[in-house]
């Protein structure tokens, strides 16, 4: 409460006179607004909820590494998409990005770790999928990050589409999914194909650049991520169109804390949002007055949809100046790896990304 | 070497006796390496071939080395990547590798509990302090180690577990696992050696399950299973659980190295201390356990240093130890590709601490074992 009413009346001198008094009058309303506002579960029904805001920071389950999505960098410090997204929770609930503990979690530990209480948010290229929503208890609240299985084949093969692919030797990591898609893919085709079976992710890059196999197969992302990074000429090697599988990656928390799962979800859509209005960690600062309506709800200046939350009303306000929109994430983690935007753009530029309005 | 003394015995008295260091390693060469036209031609061959692996490793390693890097861009080292080594990873990588994600600008901190550990471990050595003093030392430097790694008191930054990692970690694995897990297995082998039906009982079946499973197993039981096991809300660490299934896994199978000493001590003894009117606790740490243990000294030194590289495993559970960090160092496309160099750094480190343990285990037994010579 301090805290935030000193970050409030730090901020206020940036702000207009008008913008002052409806700050003044908004925090000086809010005792009364927390008990009446009907969106607010009572106390006690939001366990995660209310631990987190008591421990003071967020804990925040995360790949061991994986470039893009998150890993410690040279100092040591937190990067990457899925990063971002805890670092964004952290924003709302505390005014302050930092306010997080990592839990690296293999892919065996993650959901146990998420459903015994040792991290609030599984955040960790984790697919949505009905097993995992259904069966496991947990709830996915959105998707940071659309991918799929796809091919990369030597530019020399001449190779357009998947479908000229009859015959082929392919290069797999043994999972199960991807695996198992290709061998759909190849049947549903009606087309033959002789797998390379290859344990660790360098050898078979390694086995694919060597020529073992014509076509290597996994994530895109992680094609695209091969292809910028590891291959000596990435134009002799393209990607082909096909994405035979759906992998929609996402935060997930447990089921049973819905004001949890709200924070979470809209934390994530804040960024969506902002890039769909414009706003970026650079300009924020500037739009505190503008006078478009939607701007004016997003940074907090009318309307009270931090509070209907239960946290301060400035939250998107501190995960955009803080952690930057959802365009600023992927530009700083996911594009250095030369992943394009594809369909994880806007919708409105024809990707899936689509955030529901913030009104 | 027995093969060599036995060859410079059987020849001819009459050759005149060598002199010098040239002509005895002559001497050598020619009973070991060249006594027969088929060991001539395997010696030749085999010398072929390590001085070619070697000569290509050193240039490998040392000579065509990139040590360093003029700007950000890797692609230099990745030009060159068949014949040359890219220690320019491990220039702008090292402190990662060695301190995990411990914050930037307190690893002195981490750097200074390592140091502490080194101390620690320099001073058991010394045998003037084989008695209470070593305990209060190690009180005393372990307490240090904590104040240095958590902070929270002295102006020192709190810095929660979750952060530690690298070379501090596996030291702390390695080190709590041998200080908890030995004095643990010598009361689980005096339990299996037990007149007491049901402590017998406990202690084998304890040693049986342990041993019946890979540490690997162990690692996940404490870090995935047993939180369900826990009531909601309530977490124990991830670093206590991994370090407490260390200590337990370690403890079994240095119980069934301390049963195979404490087996070896003659039935003689043991009647002879009967004889004198002493208890039980009193013989078994007078007379039974010292020579136990003095008998146990190499298996039990190759355990620790098993142990030792053992802690590796946590990188499983998502602990940035010293393999883990070195592991994640390399997750960067611009550093993918780059094992071989992180791998060969740790590898360096870990060889130290293994040949120093091994080293020392040799001069013990010399030592301990000096009057059964004459």
Not at chain 1, 245 to 257: M, N
Request: charged share 15%; proline share 5%; glycine share 8%.
């Amino acid at each position: 409460m301090k805290k935030s009413l000193i970050i409030a009346s730090g901020l206020a001198l940036t702000m207009s006179a008008a913008a002052m008094v409806a700050e003044a009058q908004q925090v000086g309303q809010r005792p009364v607004q927390l008990a009446q506002a009907p969106a607010a579960p009572p106390a006690g029904a939001s366990p995660t909820f209310d631990a987190v805001r008591q421990r003071g920071f967020v804990q925040c389950g995360t790949n061991t590494g994986l470039a893009g999505f998150a890993r410690p960098n040279a100092q040591g410090v937190w990067e990457g998409l899925d990063v971002d997204v805890c670092r964004a929770v952290a924003a709302a609930m505390f005014g302050d990005a930092t306010k997080v503990r990592y839990t690296p979690l293999t892919a065996q530990q993650r959901f146990t770790a998420l459903q015994s209480g040792e991290v609030d948010v599984l955040s960790r290229n984790t697919t949505w999928s009905f097993q995992r929503d259904v069966q496991l208890g947990l709830d996915f609240v959105a998707v940071n990050f659309y991918d799929g299985q796809g091919f990369m084949v030597p530019r020399r093969l001449n190779v357009r589409s998947a479908r000229e692919l009859n015959g082929a030797t392919v290069c797999v990591q043994p999972g199960t999914t991807t695996e198992l898609n290709l061998a759909d893919y190849f049947r549903a085709n009606r087309m033959q194909f002789t797998p390379v079976v290859i344990e660790r992710l360098e050898e078979v890059t390694q086995a694919y650049l060597a020529g073992r196999c014509d076509v290597y197969t996994t994530d895109v992302s992680g094609l695209a991520a091969t292809r910028s990074s590891q291959v000596p000429n990435p134009n002799d090697h393209v990607i082909l169109p096909e994405v035979i599988s759906k992998e929609p990656l996402g935060p997930a928390v447990r089921h049973g804390d819905q004001r949890w799962a709200d924070v979470v979800r809209w934390s994530f859509y804040a960024m969506l949002e902002a890039e769909e209005l414009g706003l970026t960690s650079q300009n924020i600062d500037q739009n505190m007055n503008s006078t478009n309506p939607a701007i004016q709800r997003f940074v907090g200046a009318t309307g009270d949809f931090g509070r209907m939350l239960g946290i301060d009303n400035r939250w998107s306000y501190n995960i955009i100046k803080q952690v930057g929109n959802y365009g600023e994430s992927y530009q700083r983690n996911v594009a250095p790896l030369g992943i394009e935007r594809s369909v994880n753009r806007l919708w409105r530029d024809g990707g899936l990304m689509y955030a529901p309005p913030l009104r | 070497m027995a093969n060599g003394r036995v060859a410079a015995v059987s020849l001819p008295a009459d050759r005149p006796v060598a002199h010098g260091f040239l002509s005895r390693a002559l001497l050598w060469a020619r009973a070991n390496l060249f006594s027969s036209w088929l060991n001539s031609v395997l010696t030749l061959v085999l010398a072929y071939f390590l001085a070619k692996g070697l000569i290509s490793f050193v240039s490998w390693a040392f000579i065509d080395a990139i040590w360093s890097l003029p700007t950000q861009d890797t692609r230099p080292c990745r030009d060159a990547r068949a014949e040359s080594a890219c220690w320019a990873l491990i220039g702008e990588r090292n402190r990662f590798i060695l301190f995990g994600t411990y914050p930037f600008e307190e690893q002195w901190r981490a750097a200074l509990a390592v140091g502490v550990f080194l101390a620690l471990y320099g001073l058991s050595t010394v045998r003037a302090f084989w008695n209470f003093r070593l305990v209060v030392i190690w009180t005393v430097g372990l307490a240090a180690i904590g104040v240095l790694m958590w902070g929270g008191v002295f102006g020192l930054a709190y810095v929660e577990q979750e952060k530690w990692g690298g070379l501090p970690l596996t030291l702390i694995l390695a080190t709590f696992g041998i200080a908890f897990a030995f004095p643990l297995s010598i009361l689980v082998a005096l339990g299996r050696r037990s007149a007491m039906p049901a402590v017998r009982m406990i202690c084998v079946t304890y040693v049986e399950l342990i041993r019946g499973v890979p540490l690997i197993s162990v690692l996940f039981m404490a870090s995935v299973m047993f939180p369900l096991f826990l009531p909601e809300g309530i977490t124990i660490d991830k670093l206590l659980r991994a370090q407490v299934a260390i200590i337990l896994f370690a403890a079994a199978y240095l119980a069934e190295v301390v049963r195979g000493g404490l087996q070896a001590i003659p039935k003689g003894q043991y009647e002879a201390a009967d004889a004198l009117g002493l208890g039980y606790w009193r013989k078994t740490g007078l007379i039974i356990l010292p020579q136990a243990l003095r008998i146990c000294i190499p298996p039990l030194v190759n355990t620790f240093i098993g142990l030792f590289k053992d802690t590796s495993l946590v990188t499983i559970i998502g602990l940035y130890d010293l393999l883990g960090a070195a592991k994640a160092s390399i997750v960067e496309p611009r550093w993918v590709g780059f094992g071989v160099e992180a791998y060969m750094f740790i590898s360096l480190i870990y060889f130290i601490f293994c040949f120093a343990m091994s080293k020392y285990s040799q001069g013990l037994e010399v030592e301990f074992s000096r009057h059964t010579k004459r």
